[in-house]
């Protein structure tokens, strides 16, 4: 009977389990820490271009904000200043052009949602990738400053109900003909062709048109100074985010 005879396998020594153990984990290793670079490098990429896109934000927002600014005190603040003036001296027989005007304007909303350029944190914020900006002081200022854009947004739509308060007792004294011809979109001159008169001059009437505009004017005054900090805190923001990065500006 044949007998087979195993071919002889020579056996590794501990030396040669260790050398092979540790060129495994060398190569494990060295795989981990490039996929690390890799990714770190990827993240600094995109870090970069959502800072760059901040900035443009911002710097599109300050253009905005003062143009928001100056309309709140024309269209709000001014007319709410001068229309207990108007009215203490109110009459169904004389000419009331001025009452029509300013309380045109009054009822006029301009909302910061259409001064504020916030796609960038929208994008960011839903992506869930805030935590791609790498200083913190930067990072937090960005969230407060669209935490204020909200509360000032908040703030505003208070502001349309005291208005919608308002438009509901313009027509204890308003005209409605009269009160359609101020109202027209097509006349750039904001002034009539013809003189408009009140309906009516009754004094609790007026009294109470007079409250809501106190109301108005005030909520308006404290819109108007959150914007302005806005304002400066964006110009802020972008202060610290050029000293912190190296970005193109236009």
Known sequence: MEVHHHPHVEKKNFKEYLLEGLMIFVA??????????????????????????????????????????????????????????????ASVTKAADSVYILLRKIIRQQGIRGYVTDRTFEQIKNAGEMRLISNKAIADSLVDYYKEVVLIDYFQQTLLGYKAKLLDNLPLILNSIDYAVAADSTNSANIPEMHLHLQSADPVALNRILLQNVEIRTLSVAIRERIVKLLAKSSSIQQMITKQYDIEKE
């Open 28 to 89: 494990v290793s060295m795989g981990f820490i490039a996929e690390n670079i890799r990714e770190h490098l990827v993240n600094k990429e995109h870090e970069s271009s959502y800072i760059s896109a901040f900035y443009k934000d911002l710097s599109a927002d300050q253009k905005d904000l003062q143009v928001l600014i100056a309309s709140i005190y024309r269209q709000q603040i001014e007319p709410g200043k001068v229309l207990p003036s108007v009215l203490q001296h």
